[in-house]
T-cell receptor
Framework: GAGVSQSPSNKVTEKGKDVELRCDPI?????LYWYRQSLGQGLEFLIY????????KSGLPSDRFSAERTGGSVSTLTIQRTQQEDSAVYLC???????????FGSGTRLTVV | RKEVEQDPGPFNVPEGATVAFNCTYS??????FFWYRQDCRKEPKLLMS???SGNEDGRFTAQLNRASQYISLLIRDSKLSDSATYLC??????????FGAGTILRVKS
């Protein structure tokens, strides 16, 4: 596609439910990041995928968070047993070669009630 | 100490003014450097890459000083539409992007 696509754009869920967030990177981009941004705050790194290498999961805040990337393309971020503090905008970014900069999707706004 | 530090501002400037933002980074193994722009409730968008030789794109000039681990962004002839948060971003060795917290710019008529 022309850009990074994320779905859903908005998600409201009840505390304790699981959610899945999806990211379709730009075709051919081998690098993919997940970040989250709470209201008025900076971007918090979550996880990084590069080609077939093992992902860098060092930013995942707890074991309730996991992500996978199938076939080197689409990525899914899963949050289990959601908590209110998980409410944030979850942003995905992709790149062909990191030095060229990354393109962000428009994000998924997650609200846990 | 944060790995990428920026003055949060806000910088309030009149239209037509020249404004400069600074950013320092602590990891000397950083490879690439960028300025991103983020509008309210929108995703960050790449404004420009930053090179040691300095680079210019219209009214925007970026500079990198590797010895001092310092990055700058200069905006000339500010427009109302330049109002946004400007994010200093460093690509660390191993391809990990590290974001500064951002500098808020408000351009007023």
């Amino acid at each position: 596609g022309a850009g990074v696509s994320q779905s859903p754009s908005n998600k409201v869920t009840e505390k304790g439910k699981d959610v899945e967030l999806r990211c379709d990177p730009i075709s051919g981009h081998t690098a993919l990041y997940w970040y989250r941004q709470s209201l008025g705050q900076g971007l918090e790194f979550l996880i990084y995928f590069q080609g077939n290498s093992a992902p860098d999961k060092s930013g995942l805040p707890s074991d309730r968070f996991s992500a996978e990337r199938t076939g080197g393309s689409v990525s899914t971020l899963t949050i289990q047993r959601t908590q209110q503090e998980d409410s944030a905008v979850y942003l995905c970014a992709s790149s062909f070669a990191g030095g060229d900069g990354y393109t962000f999707g428009s994000g998924t706004r997650l609200t846990v009630v | 100490r944060k790995e990428v530090e920026q003055d949060p501002g806000p910088f309030n400037v009149p239209e037509g003014a020249t404004v400069a933002f600074n950013c320092t980074y602590s990891n000397s193994a950083s490879q690439s450097f960028f300025w991103y722009r983020q509008d309210c409730r929108k995703e960050p968008k790449l404004l420009m890459s930053v090179y040691s030789s300095g680079n210019e794109d219209g009214r925007f000039t970026a500079q990198l000083n590797r010895a001092s681990q310092y990055i700058s962004l200069l905006i000339r002839d500010s427009k109302l539409s330049d109002s946004a948060t400007y994010l200093c971003v460093v690509l660390r060795y191993g391809n990990k992007l590290v974001f500064g917290a951002g500098t808020i710019l408000r351009v007023k008529s």
